[in-house]
């Protein structure tokens, strides 16, 4: 018990406890109110001394007076003592975490410094983290800055929009700042005052109203992210192009090839060609002229397995034949020609 404070403490409130209600029993056997006894224990064993709440005129109560004082004060006497090195433990390993903890940022070079430790701060600091990115969070909850702790990030509390706590965070040695708060107004004010303290640092920012983008851009940030547009495209992409992700998951050359495409401003999508679809039944070359460069086709894989790698420009799109396309510009506008419906045919002479 004596090699931790906490056990000490712990174990010394019990010997207390059992001295004050056997003390008080004894009191209570010779014939006191319970109220009387418990009174009498409480100003014996603080040694308060304000006098004795009924004559003590037998050798039992002496006794038990003088059992109560030395058993009581000595347990008063570690009580105190244990309160005393608690309460300097947990100084000392406040002090230490925060020096251990400003060593380590001040350590940091070209690091990343993630600004809020919310849902998309927590899914970042955990991407860095497995990827080896030394990585800064600051967040001014003091909770949050505990959760992020817990895992084992470098955490500093703070406001980030306060320029002495993007100074102490690093801003001048980090080479990325990123800007992640659902507040608009504070991730401008952040960008604002990152770019003035540090003009070379690339700055990603998140906004959530469109309108944000122009003035985070204005601020100084290198990257805006529209969460909200990327999730509501995201959606528009898996119904466009719904068997995109099936291939893409099954084959790790095209996963490679999509991401090698993406360096280039190309993307690789895969299309289903709808019976009804307005592309069905058109050529390939068409196609791709209807398109206006948005696209070309690369491969079709025919329903019956089939299939054409490179088609000509006269290869017909059947029904439900799986189309591979190297997408340029607007990926939704390429699906959607695929997705609307094909057009009456207009008869007559008009």
Same mark, same amino acid.
């Given at each position: 018990?004596?090699?931790?404070?906490?056990?000490?403490?712990?174990?010394?409130?019990?010997?207390?406890?059992?001295?004050?209600?056997?003390?008080?029993?004894?009191?209570?056997?010779?014939?006191?109110?319970?109220?009387?006894?418990?009174?009498?224990?409480?100003?014996?064993?603080?040694?308060?001394?304000?006098?004795?709440?009924?004559?003590?005129?037998?050798?039992?109560?002496?006794?038990?007076?003088?059992?109560?004082?030395?058993?009581?004060?000595?347990?008063?006497?570690?009580?105190?003592?244990?309160?005393?090195?608690?309460?300097?433990?947990?100084?000392?390993?406040?002090?230490?975490?925060?020096?251990?903890?400003?060593?380590?940022?001040?350590?940091?070079?070209?690091?990343?410094?993630?600004?809020?430790?919310?849902?998309?701060?927590?899914?970042?600091?955990?991407?860095?983290?497995?990827?080896? &990115?030394?990585?800064?969070? @600051?967040?001014?909850?003091?909770?949050?800055? #505990? %959760?992020? $702790?817990?895992? +084992?990030?470098?955490?500093?509390?703070?406001?980030?929009?306060?320029?002495?706590?993007?100074?102490?965070?690093?801003?001048?040695?980090?080479?990325?700042?990123?800007?992640?708060?659902?507040?608009?107004?504070?991730?401008?004010?952040?960008?604002?005052?990152?770019?003035?303290?540090?003009?070379?640092?690339?700055?990603?920012?998140?906004?959530?109203?469109?309108?944000?983008?122009?003035?985070?851009?204005?601020?100084?940030?290198?990257?805006?992210?529209?969460?909200?547009?990327?999730?509501?495209?995201?959606?528009?992409?898996?119904?466009?192009?719904?068997?995109?992700?099936?291939?893409?998951?099954?084959?790790?050359?095209?996963?490679?090839?999509?991401?090698?495409?993406?360096?280039?401003?190309?993307?690789?999508?895969?299309?289903?060609? &709808?019976?009804?679809?307005? @592309?069905?039944?058109?050529?390939?070359?068409? #196609? %791709?002229? $209807?398109?206006? +460069?948005?696209?070309?086709?690369?491969?079709?894989?025919?329903?019956?397995?089939?299939?054409?790698?490179?088609?000509?420009?006269?290869?017909?799109?059947?029904?439900?034949?799986?189309?591979?396309?190297?997408?340029?510009?607007?990926?939704?506008?390429?699906?959607?020609?695929?997705?609307?419906?094909?057009?009456?045919?207009?008869?007559?002479?008009?």
């Amino acid at each position: 018990m004596l090699g931790s404070p906490q056990r000490l403490l712990a174990g010394t409130l019990v010997y207390v406890l059992v001295v004050f209600l056997a003390a008080t029993v004894g009191y209570i056997a010779a014939g006191w109110p319970p109220g009387d006894a418990a009174y009498m224990v409480l100003l014996t064993i603080f040694s308060v001394g304000y006098g004795e709440v009924r004559p003590l005129n037998t050798d039992y109560l002496r006794l038990l007076t003088a059992v109560t004082i030395v058993l009581g004060c000595t347990g008063m006497i570690i009580l105190t003592g244990a309160l005393v090195q608690v309460f300097t433990l947990f100084q000392f390993r406040r002090l230490l975490g925060t020096d251990r903890m400003m060593n380590d940022i001040e350590k940091l070079e070209d690091h990343v410094i993630v600004c809020g430790y919310g849902r998309i701060g927590v899914q970042l600091a955990k991407a860095l983290h497995e990827a080896r &990115r030394g990585f800064l969070v @600051l967040e001014r909850s003091a909770e949050k800055a #505990a %959760e992020a $702790r817990a895992h +084992g990030f470098l955490c500093l509390v703070g406001e980030a929009t306060d320029e002495d706590v993007l100074k102490l965070a690093g801003v001048m040695r980090a080479s990325v700042l990123a800007t992640v708060l659902p507040d608009d107004a504070a991730n401008v004010f952040i960008t604002l005052s990152a770019r003035n303290l540090n003009p070379s640092i690339e700055i990603i920012a998140r906004g959530e109203a469109p309108t944000t983008e122009s003035k985070l851009f204005h601020a100084g940030a290198t990257e805006v992210v529209l969460p909200t547009h990327i999730g509501a495209e995201r959606i528009v992409e898996l119904i466009l192009y719904p068997a995109t992700s099936n291939v893409m998951t099954d084959s790790a050359q095209m996963s490679e090839m999509k991401r090698s495409l993406h360096d280039f401003g190309l993307d690789l999508e895969v299309v289903e060609a &709808r019976p009804d679809g307005a @592309l069905t039944g058109e050529s390939v070359g068409d #196609a %791709e002229r $209807r398109s206006n +460069g948005g696209f070309f086709i690369v491969q079709i894989d025919r329903a019956n397995g089939q299939s054409i790698a490179h088609p000509g420009e006269d290869v017909r799109i059947e029904p439900n034949d799986t189309v591979l396309l190297v997408v340029r510009g607007s990926r939704l506008a390429a699906g959607a020609l695929f997705s609307e419906p094909a057009r009456p045919m207009r008869m007559g002479r008009a």
